[in-house]
């Protein structure tokens, strides 16, 4: 199975900071890896699928890079309902694993 | 509104069983393969089950297999999860989600979730 490790698994930041958000596969996913926001009680949502390719509807200040094994998101210029819980998923090969979450908060 | 509904969700002792259904609407629900993905108290969250979009093939998580078994209904644009010998560790939210092959296959519609709790 593909472990997904993502770091770190908490993170304070202030309105108006960038933050990254790091995932790494145990083997290689290609450009399998997909993004989501999460906030409690509420459907997923997606930000980012195929590593870097932002979902229609979903604000430019949120952007994926990374192939192979690591991947990065990256909200910059961050607003206040960014702050929620996020992850990554693997959609490579089954299971389809996720990451373990980061919680973003405010400093 | 395109959007996917979970129902079906309760309290059960270990060892029961329950029935999830996922009912999508303002899709073309026949055309996708779909999930279900779980969140536990404090928890992530962890992919269940897949199925594609006849039911022909499916898969599941290591930690329900032999247990869990999903399945569709495209007549009735419902997707279901039949629940056997539930545990407590089995106790999360339950998502349904689509899989979307254009992209990825990330899941691009998401239910609200269904709670499961295990306990006697």
């Known amino acids: 199975d593909i472990q997904m490790t993502q770091s770190p698994s908490s993170l304070s930041a202030s309105v108006g900071d960038r933050v990254t958000i790091t995932c790494r596969a145990s083997q290689t996913i290609d450009n399998y890896l997909n993004w989501y926001q999460h906030k409690p009680g509420k459907a997923p949502k997606l930000l980012i699928f195929g590593a870097s390719t932002l979902h229609s509807g979903v604000p430019s200040r949120f952007s994926g890079s990374g192939s192979g094994t690591e991947f990065t998101l990256t909200i910059s210029r961050l607003q206040p309902e960014d702050f929620t819980t996020y992850f990554c998923q693997q959609s490579y090969s089954s299971p389809f694993t996720f990451g373990q979450g980061t919680k973003l908060d405010i400093k | 509104e395109v959007q996917l509904v979970e129902s079906g969700g309760g309290l059960v002792q270990p060892g029961g069983s329950l029935r999830l259904s996922c009912a999508a609407s303002?899709?073309?629900?026949?055309?996708?393969?779909m999930y279900w993905v779980r969140q536990a108290p404090g928890k992530g969250l962890e992919w269940v089950s897949r199925i594609n979009s006849d039911g022909t093939s499916r898969s599941y998580a290591d930690s329900v297999k032999g247990r869990f078994t999903v399945s569709r209904d495209n007549a009735k644009n419902t997707l279901y999860l039949q629940m056997n010998g539930l545990r407590a560790e089995d106790t999360a939210v339950y998502h349904c989600?689509?899989?979307?092959?254009?992209?990825?296959?990330?899941?691009?519609?998401w239910g609200q979730g269904t709670m499961v709790t295990v306990s006697s």
């Open positions: 989600a689509n899989v979307d092959i254009t992209s990825r296959e990330a899941s691009d519609i």
């Open positions: 303002g899709f073309t629900f026949s055309s996708y393969w």
